[in-house]
């Protein structure tokens, strides 16, 4: 079940969570409030080199840079706790990292098409994406990777984002945990609403 933890926040950790807006300092909307969507409603990967096969039951998520043997993220969060008249000021993606490439730059783009399903994506079928893109590295081998999404971010009932290395076909990977061992991705949303 989807757990949302919503809270408001100081005005001190509103300096460091939220993006300059258009909003003047918030005159006639609430205090900064702070939406985390976990766990993940799907995450997985897709195997170049397994073109047909599905891991949507994996306890981690590879991102892979190998020649015929590229490995891509997949994930998909719920925003139906996002209000629809909210006013986003910072997004970001939290994503516990077992073994980092932390010299690779890897790129986030939004899935387009979010019928894809946790139990049947593959290669072979792997959903279409916005052109948009943003890039992020680790910033350790191990631990938390925070990444802004905030230029990616619109609001829906969904966003599925899809991270691959910058440049594939070379020797690298970035693996983290999924939702099935227990330590899921994070959507962290900031947010202000009209009073």
């Known amino acids: 079940m989807l757990k949302t933890l919503k809270k408001r ?4 950790i509103q300096k460091e969570e939220r993006k300059p807006t258009s909003v003047e300092e918030n005159d006639g909307f609430t205090d900064p409030i702070i939406l985390d969507i976990t766990p993940v409603s799907k995450d997985t990967f897709i195997d170049e080199a397994n073109p047909g096969s599905n891991y949507g039951a994996y306890p981690w998520i ?3 840079s190998a020649s015929g043997a590229n490995d ?3 994930m998909e969060f719920d925003l139906s706790e996002l209000p629809a008249d909210a006013v986003v000021q910072g997004a970001t993606l939290r994503l516990n990292v ?5 010299t690779r730059t890897y790129e986030i783009q939004v899935i387009a098409d ?3 399903t946790e139990l049947g994506v593959n290669w072979g079928n792997q959903p279409s994406l916005d052109p948009a893109i943003t890039e992020s590295s680790p910033s350790s ?3 938390w990777w925070y990444i802004d999404v905030l230029s990616l971010f619109s609001i829906n009932s969904v966003i599925g984002f899809r991270i691959k290395d910058k440049v594939e076909d070379q020797a690298n990977d970035t693996t ?3 939702k099935e061992e227990g330590t899921s991705p994070m959507l962290r949303i900031v947010y202000i609403q009209p009073l």
């Open 176 to 178: 983290f945990k999924s």
């Open 72 to 74: 891509r993220a997949l």
């Open 141 to 143: 081998a191990t631990g």
């Open 98 to 102: 077992i073994l980092g490439g932390t």
């Open 62 to 64: 590879k991102m892979q």
């Open 114 to 116: 979010n019928t894809w």
């Open 9 to 12: 926040v100081s005005r001190r």
